[in-house]
């Protein structure tokens, strides 16, 4: 039987105006006011330019938009087997799985986002380099990390295309050797903050005390872990895998593996993303990933329902 996952992208994927785009396109002020009752302040003010300066604001409005498209794709009938999401796309999969309650994910989001972002205020984050091996980059990555220039592997997203995490001098130094030394491609993203790496051991730590204090449970919808590459069924553990996953490296590459070897045979990006939809056609012989972002959602539905039909 074909399945389908719903992915959830991460930092990085943001867009000014993405939640007022989504609320021209579907019904979203439910979803929006009880972001806001969590937060005690207009969750619409979040997506402005200015803001989207700041990691709790991208966050947040990641975590809301995802959380509100994959609801109102569930309610046209077109219920994914699978939910999966990188990095902070882990809490909008986990409330969609039915583990952890939307509310709960705000606040926690929320303080997600501001210990992130005080850890390290300036100076580090993310760069992607594709078009070189694992091995290859391992080597570069550890001929430059020092104590005082920090620098780690972060994401596995494919078998040529991953993430660095650390200090802008670092990540600079390795983007040079593995321009120069392997012919790679390299681009410094739109994260402030050097995540999946134990940079952010310490805020992990923290917030992993703020997570054990809200309750979850049994999901009702398969939650693949971006950060294991394995399905999680038992709420604990799920806990744990969000709690964690700002400082554990992201195997995406063999998560969405997973999901292709348990059937999936549709993968529907929420937005704002469609980096995670090119990612997991490269797992596919068969079938189709799609992006909300991209192809718009009447055409996205429209697909949902085709393979649900076919059961």
Not at 138 to 164: C, H, L, R, S
Not at 181 to 198: D, F, I, N, T, W
Not at 242 to 247: F, L, S, T, V
Not at 280 to 285: A, D, K, T, Y
Request: with cysteine; proline share 5%.
């Amino acid at each position: 039987m074909d399945r389908m996952i719903f992915t959830f992208p991460g930092q990085g994927a943001q867009i000014p105006g993405m939640l007022h785009t989504l609320a021209g396109q579907i019904p979203c002020e439910g979803w929006y006011a009880k972001a806001a009752n969590a937060l005690g302040e207009d969750v619409l003010a979040l997506d402005t330019s200015e803001a989207l300066k700041t990691t709790r604001a991208v966050q947040l409005c990641i975590l809301v938009a995802g959380v509100a498209c994959a609801d109102w794709l569930v309610a046209q009938g077109a219920k994914p087997d699978f939910v999966s999401g990188l990095s902070i796309g882990a809490f909008p999969a986990a409330v969609v799985s039915g583990a952890l309650g939307f509310e709960d994910a705000v606040r926690l989001v929320s303080l997600r986002g501001e210990l992130m972002q005080s850890a390290w205020p300036n100076g580090y984050g993310l760069s992607a380099i594709s078009g070189i091996t694992e091995a290859s980059l391992v080597k570069v990555v550890g001929a430059v990390n020092t104590p005082e220039m920090p620098v780690y592997m972060a994401n596995f997203n494919a078998a040529d295309q991953f993430v660095i995490a650390g200090s802008v001098a670092a990540m600079d130094q390795a983007i040079a050797l593995a321009r120069n030394q392997y012919g790679a491609k390299a681009e410094r993203l739109q994260v402030s903050v050097p995540s999946h790496c134990p940079l952010l051991d310490e805020p992990a730590a923290v917030f992993y005390e703020a997570v054990k204090a809200v309750p979850m449970k049994r999901p009702e919808i398969a939650y693949l872990s971006g950060s294991t590459g394995r399905v999680i069924w038992q709420g604990e553990r799920i806990a744990d895998d969000i709690a964690n996953n700002m400082a554990r490296p992201v195997l995406w590459f063999n998560a969405m593996t997973a999901a292709y070897e348990r059937g999936a045979r549709l993968a529907v990006e929420m937005p704002p993303g469609s980096v995670l939809t090119g990612l997991f056609s490269r797992v596919m012989e068969h079938g189709e990933a799609v992006s909300v972002q991209q192809q718009g959602l009447p055409r996205v539905l429209e697909r949902a329902l085709r393979l649900k039909a076919r059961g």
